[in-house]
């Protein structure tokens, strides 16, 4: 199986990269155009800020190739928010492929700290990147931006308010939480992303 990760300038790549590799697969890093279309499975990660993410992609010709790709594509963390219409964090125009803005978290009471950070749980999901699952299961965050519940969604977890905590629109599927620092639950998500 071929399975690409796109390569810009963001961060946890090479760790998206490794939990691959535990699973038995070789990714390959690469932003060129041909390598990504042909593709099996394209993984879109990140770690960084949305509207220097999204210049770079436009400028690299890289946000045309994401919206055109049709064959499983996976983002995580800054990857799922750049997948949605828009974002407060630079307040900065995105891919637009989930009809869904990002917000930033607004603490509530002195306990709500931004950025979420650590285990939550995911609830009320619906997707295959959930096959299996038969209860409640905690998985890894580290954001400050989050995507409100949506007819996309396909995940929740709580923390200040309910929110996507997944989403799923065709060949498109996205994660907040990072499946490649969740222990056996990100592995068995990873795998069930494979499998599709």
Known sequence: MNVAIIKYNAGNIFSVDYALRRLGVEPVITADKEILQSADKVIFPGVGEAKNTMDYLRAN???TLIKDLRQPVLGICLGMQLLCRHSEEGDVDCLGIFDADVKRFQP????DKVPHMGWNTLTNTCSNLFKGFDKEEFVYFVHSYYVPLNDFTAA???YILPYSSALHKDNFYA???HPEKSGKTGERILTN???L
């Open 108 to 111: 509530q009471k002195h306990e």
């Open 156 to 158: 929740q977890t709580e």
């Open 175 to 177: 994660t907040q939480f």
């Open 61 to 63: 010709h890289l946000d």
């Open 193 to 195: 992303f494979l499998d």
